[in-house]
C-alpha cells in the first residue's frame, strides 16, 4: 500500500513538473517573438535610418533612431502600469495574450510604413507610433512575463526556471540578429536598405499569431487564482492599485536601485555594441553582426547556469558579483573596442562583459517577483523597473552616440561604471531575497 502510494506521488510530482515546463515553454516563446519585435528595431536601424529621416551624415541618422527607440522606452512605464494592473486584476495569461497584440501591430506599421522621400514627415511621426505601441507592450510583456513565470515555476528551482525569461529575451535578439545575417547573405547593401529590412517586421508579426495561440493553452498562476478566489468572496486584499503599491516603498526603490546600473550595463553591450563596432571601430556591418550573434549565443547559455546557480547561494551574492566586476570592466573593455578592428578581438571583449551580466539578468526576474505579494507583484514588477529602464536602458544609445557626436565618447564609459556602482550600494544593502519571500510562503499555504 506504501509503495503504490510513493508511486502515486511519484507520477503526480512528475506530472505537475511537465506541466510546469508546458506552461514555461508556451510563456517563453511568446516572450521571445515579443523581444525579437523589440529588438529587431535596434538590429536593423543601421539600414532603415535613411528611409525614416532626411539625408545626412551617418551618425546624425543613428542619432534621430536612438532618440525614437528611446521614446519607445517612454512607453514602458505606463506599459508596466496599465497591463500590470490587468494581470493584477485579470490573470497573468489574459495580459501577455494582449501584449503579444500590441506588438504584432507596431510591428506591421514599420513595415508598411512608405520612406521619407514618398510621404515625407508623416514617416517619422509613423515610426514614432509604432514604437509607442510596441513600448506599451513590452512594458507589460517583463512585468506580467517575469510574474507568471517566477509563480508557476517550482519551490526550490524558480531561479532556474525563471532564467528563461531572459534567455528567451536574449534569443529574440539573436533571432533578429540571425536573420540579419541571412539576408545580408541574399541581399545587396542598396537592396537591404531600400526593401530588405521590411521583412523582419513581417516576420515579427507573423510570429505574434502564433504566439497568441500558443498562450490560450497556457494554465494561469495558481497564486494568482488563489488571490481571486479571495477577492470574489470578498476576503482578499484590493489588487493591482498604485495605492497598495505605494504601501511597498521599500520594495519599490530596491527594484529602482537594483536595476539602475544592470540595465544600462546589459544595454550597452546588447543593442548599443553593434553600432559601436560599426561606427567607432570601424568593423564591417555583417562583420558586426557576427560577433554580436555568437557573443550573445554565449550570454544565452549562461543564463540558466547562473539561474541555477542562484538557487544554492542565493541571490545577493551573485547581484554583488555583477556590481564589483561590471564597475570594473567597462572602461577598460570600451577603451580597448574602441582601438580594434580585429573581428576575434572584438569578440572577446564583448563577450567578458556579458558573461558578467549574466550574473544580474539570469536573476534578475525573480528578484524582483520575490519582493512582492501576488496581489501587487506584477505592478509592483513592472512600473518600477519600467520607470527605470526608460531612463538609463532606453537612453543609453543615445547618450553614447550624443557623446561621441560631442566628441568625447569615452565619457560614456564612466557614465556606465557610475550607474553600476550605485547599484553595487544597492545589492550590498538589500537582504536575501529568496529567504523568506512571499513567493514561498504563498507555496506553502
Known amino acids: 500500500m506504501a ?7 511519484t507520477r503526480k510530482s512528475r506530472q505537475g513538473e511537465r506541466r510546469v515546463v508546458s506552461n514555461i515553454v508556451r510563456g517563453s516563446i511568446g516572450n521571445l517573438i515579443e523581444w525579437y519585435d523589440w529588438y529587431a528595431y535596434t538590429a536593423f536601424s543601421v539600414y532603415f535610418a535613411a528611409a525614416f529621416f532626411p539625408s545626412g551624415d551617418q551618425t546624425a541618422q543613428l542619432l534621430n533612431t536612438a532618440a525614437v527607440f528611446a521614446v519607445g522606452f517612454l512607453m514602458r512605464p505606463i506599459g508596466g502600469w496599465v497591463l500590470g494592473r490587468y494581470a493584477d486584476r485579470r490573470g497573468r495569461r489574459s495580459a501577455l495574450t494582449l ?19 514618398t510621404i515625407g514627415v508623416v514617416a517619422p511621426v509613423l515610426l514614432v507610433t509604432a514604437r509607442l505601441l510596441q513600448g506599451l507592450s513590452v512594458g507589460g510583456e517583463y512585468s506580467t512575463s517575469a510574474t507568471y513565470m517566477s509563480e508557476v515555476a517550482s519551490p526550490g528551482r524558480r531561479g532556474y526556471y525563471s532564467s528563461f525569461q531572459y534567455v528567451t529575451l536574449i534569443a529574440g535578439q539573436l533571432t533578429a540578429l540571425g536573420l540579419q545575417i541571412i539576408l545580408q547573405q541574399l541581399l545587396s ?3 537591404m536598405e531600400s526593401w530588405g529590412w521590411r521583412i523582419a517586421f513581417v516576420v515579427g508579426a507573423a510570429g505574434a499569431i502564433v504566439v497568441l495561440w500558443l498562450r490560450r493553452g497556457m494554465d494561469e498562476s495558481e497564486s494568482f487564482e488563489r488571490v481571486a478566489a479571495e477577492a470574489e468572496k470578498g ?24 536595476t539602475m546600473g544592470g ?7 546588447t543593442t548599443y555594441l553593434q553600432k559601436f563596432m560599426v561606427n567607432t ?33 542565493g541571490r545577493r551574492p551573485m547581484l554583488i558579483g555583477f556590481g564589483v566586476l561590471g564597475a570594473i570592466v567597462v572602461v577598460p573593455s570600451l577603451t580597448l573596442l574602441s582601438h580594434t578592428s580585429d573581428p576575434l578581438y572584438a569578440f572577446l571583449l564583448m563577450v567578458g562583459p556579458l558573461a ?15 519582493l512582492f505579494p501576488t496581489s501587487i507583484r506584477a505592478l509592483g514588477v513592472g512600473l518600477p523597473y519600467a520607470l527605470t529602464v526608460a531612463l538609463f536602458g532606453g537612453t543609453a544609445e543615445y547618450v553614447a552616440l550624443w557623446f561621441k557626436d560631442a566628441g568625447h565618447e569615452s565619457w560614456y ?21 529568496s529567504d523568506g519571500s512571499p513567493l514561498e510562503s504563498e507555496a506553502k499555504d
Not at 236 to 257: D, F, K, T, W
Not at 413 to 432: K, N
Open 413 to 433: 564609459f564612466y557614465y556606465v561604471t557610475a550607474c553600476v556602482l550605485v547599484s553595487l550600494l544597492v545589492y550590498i544593502r538589500m537582504r536575501e531575497t
Open 3 to 9: 509503495t503504490q502510494t510513493t508511486t502515486a506521488d
Open 356 to 370: 558578467v551580466s549574466s550574473l544580474y539578468t539570469s536573476i534578475s526576474a525573480v528578484v524582483k517577483a520575490e
Open 235 to 258: 476576503s482578499g486584499p484590493a489588487r493591482g492599485s498604485l495605492r497598495m503599491l505605494l504601501s511597498y516603498p521599500r520594495q519599490c526603490l530596491i527594484v529602482v536601485g537594483l
Open 281 to 313: 571601430s570601424g568593423i564591417a556591418k555583417p562583420t558586426a553582426a557576427w560577433i554580436n550573434f555568437f557573443a550573445l549565443l554565449v550570454f544565452v547559455l549562461l543564463q540558466p547556469v547562473m539561474g541555477l546557480l542562484s538557487d544554492r547561494i
Open 99 to 117: 501584449s503579444v497584440t500590441l506588438m504584432a501591430a507596431g510591428s506591421l506599421i514599420v513595415a508598411l510604413t512608405p520612406s521619407y522621400d
Open 189 to 191: 547593401d542598396t537592396q
Open 263 to 269: 540595465t544600462l550595463f546589459f544595454y550597452t553591450y
